[in-house]
């Protein structure tokens, strides 16, 4: 496989498995936010400009299985690992994992893990860290995104104007999940990257049934797209199907690149609990 052809199916699956995935989907402990703080469960209520309660919580785990067209490539989860206090902000800890498998990392290693702090009340972003190791490629990325001033911070010491309610690429799919979505409609949001903050639109295709590892599920068909190039520019084309509940789950991500086809597929998955409900998680293997 020629080596253009690997670097670019690696950084295309990247893509899919954060999202926005997710993927634009980081090594950093999450209990180092701030001295004190620590992951906790709580049982108050989520009130902020999206939706309150958010449809997720803390002990989600997702757990997708990357094809490259018949090619399994490896594994990516999406988890709530739990809440964190930084900087006097409670927010949400949410990382994402993905790792090839000893086939195709035989080709083209990954072992790549981001983070997110996303505040509890705004659903918008905090903190974002990224650490990618894909085949010789190697890169860190720390950012400290202060919502009221308008600024994302850089841990190289560089700053660049953002504006209120900005995401990353990780919290902007964790913000859809919590929008009361309708066939049709185009939501918006601005979005920060590789120092570059975009306006992201969000289109609500259609509904369809889809079945995947992990079961049969009822989903919203969505499209998340730039206005102006940036943040997905070389990602290709990306479909992501959430259920159409309360959940608003992630169960399969498509992405079209110019040497073929990823898919991230549900293969197991275990519900998280919402900090207004009491209720204890539930467990689907």
């Given at each position: 496989?020629?080596r253009?052809h690997?670097?670019?199916?690696?950084?295309?699956w990247?893509?899919?498995?954060?999202?926005?995935?997710v993927?634009?989907?980081?090594?950093?402990?999450v209990?180092s936010?701030?001295?004190g703080?620590?992951?906790?469960?709580?049982?108050?209520?989520?009130a902020?400009?999206?939706?309150?309660?958010?449809?997720?919580?803390?002990?989600?785990?997702?757990?997708f299985?990357?094809?490259?067209g018949?090619?399994?490539?490896?594994?990516?989860?999406?988890?709530?690992?739990?809440?964190?206090d930084f900087?006097g902000?409670?927010?949400?800890?949410v990382?994402?994992?993905?790792t090839?498998?000893?086939?195709?990392?035989a080709?083209?290693?990954?072992?790549?893990?981001?983070i997110?702090?996303?505040?509890?009340?705004?659903?918008?972003?905090?903190?974002?860290?990224?650490?990618?190791r894909?085949?010789?490629?190697?890169?860190?990325?720390?950012?400290?995104?202060?919502?009221?001033?308008?600024?994302?911070?850089?841990?190289?010491g560089?700053?660049?104007?953002?504006v209120?309610?900005?995401?990353d690429?990780?919290?902007?799919?964790y913000?859809?999940?919590?929008?009361?979505l309708?066939v049709?409609?185009?939501?918006?949001?601005p979005?920060?990257?590789?120092?570059?903050?975009?306006?992201?639109?969000?289109?609500v295709?259609?509904?369809?049934?889809?079945?995947?590892?992990?079961?049969?599920?009822?989903?919203f068909?969505?499209?998340?797209?730039?206005v102006g190039?940036?943040?997905?520019?070389?990602?290709g084309?990306l479909?992501?199907?959430?259920?159409?509940?309360?959940?608003?789950?992630?169960?399969?991500?498509?992405?079209?690149?110019?040497?073929?086809s990823?898919?991230?597929?549900?293969?197991?998955?275990?519900l998280?609990?919402?900090?207004?409900?009491?209720?204890?998680?539930?467990?689907?293997?």
């Open positions: 496989m020629p253009s690997r670097r670019m199916i690696g950084r295309s990247l893509g899919v498995a954060m999202l926005t995935v993927l634009a989907m980081v090594t950093v402990p209990t936010a701030r001295p703080s620590a992951l906790a469960m709580n049982d108050e209520s989520v902020g400009v999206a939706v309150a309660p958010a449809p997720f919580g803390p002990g989600e785990e997702l757990v299985s990357i094809d490259y018949l090619i399994n490539a490896g594994e990516a989860t999406l988890e709530v690992l739990g809440v964190v900087q902000y409670r927010c949400y800890a990382q994402s994992r993905t090839s498998n000893r086939f195709f990392s080709f083209y290693k990954v072992r790549d893990k981001v997110s702090y996303i505040d509890i009340e705004q659903l918008t972003s905090r903190y974002f860290y990224k650490r990618l894909e085949g010789d490629y190697r890169r860190t990325v720390e950012i400290t995104f202060d919502q009221e001033q308008g600024k994302a911070l850089y841990a190289d560089r700053d660049f104007d953002t209120a309610g900005v995401h690429v990780l919290s902007a799919l913000y859809v999940r919590s929008l009361d309708r049709g409609e185009v939501y918006k949001l979005a920060h990257a590789s120092r570059k903050t975009y306006d992201l639109e969000v289109l295709l259609r509904t369809e049934t889809v079945t995947v590892p992990a079961g049969t599920f009822e989903c068909v969505i499209e998340p797209k730039l190039e940036g943040l997905f520019k070389h990602e084309k479909i992501v199907y959430v259920t159409a509940d309360d959940h608003k789950m992630p169960v399969l991500m498509k992405s079209k690149v110019p040497v073929g990823i898919d991230a597929s549900l293969k197991r998955y275990r998280g609990q919402p900090l207004s409900v009491a209720a204890a998680d539930t467990a689907h293997e």
